[in-house]
């Protein structure tokens, strides 16, 4: 299957900024939704950002919304998630995913949407 490899994780205080990366395996990289998600400890899967295959549409968490930017480089097949004014509640483990597209303009949100997975970086903000 697509392997997708995550770096980028790591503890920073609150307030402070990551950058998340996702490199993937696959020739048809671009004909790929891809997206970002997130597990905090005793919580559920939650959906933080999209992003169409050619990167002209974006999709976003309310929760993350203003300080969270998803963007992709389709020559370097990878996708990022700049990650700034983190907060303690932003603590978790880090998800990307991938989709493979009917539509060019589709931005997925829900996790059973997606069909690759990565195994995970830890994000930990302390205060």
């Known amino acids: 299957q697509v392997q997708l490899v995550e770096s980028g994780g790591g503890l920073v205080q609150a307030g402070g900024s990551l950058r998340l990366s996702c490199a993937a395996s696959?020739?048809?990289?671009?004909?790929?939704?891809m997206g970002w998600f997130r597990q905090a400890p005793g919580k559920e899967r939650e959906f933080v950002a999209s992003?169409?295959?050619?990167?002209?549409?974006?999709a976003y968490a309310a929760s993350v919304k203003g300080r969270f930017t998803i963007s992709r480089d389709n020559a370097k097949n990878t996708v990022y998630l700049q990650v700034n004014s983190l907060k303690p509640e932003d603590t978790a483990v880090y998800y990307c995913?991938?989709?493979?597209?009917?539509?060019?303009?589709?931005?997925?949100?829900?996790?059973?949407?997606?069909?690759?997975w990565g195994q995970g970086t830890q994000v930990t903000v302390s205060s």
């Open positions: 995913a991938a989709d493979l597209t009917i539509r060019p303009f589709e931005t997925p949100s829900s996790w059973y949407e997606y069909d690759y």
């Open positions: 696959a020739r048809t990289f671009s004909s790929h939704a």
């Open positions: 992003i169409s295959r050619s990167g002209s549409h974006t």
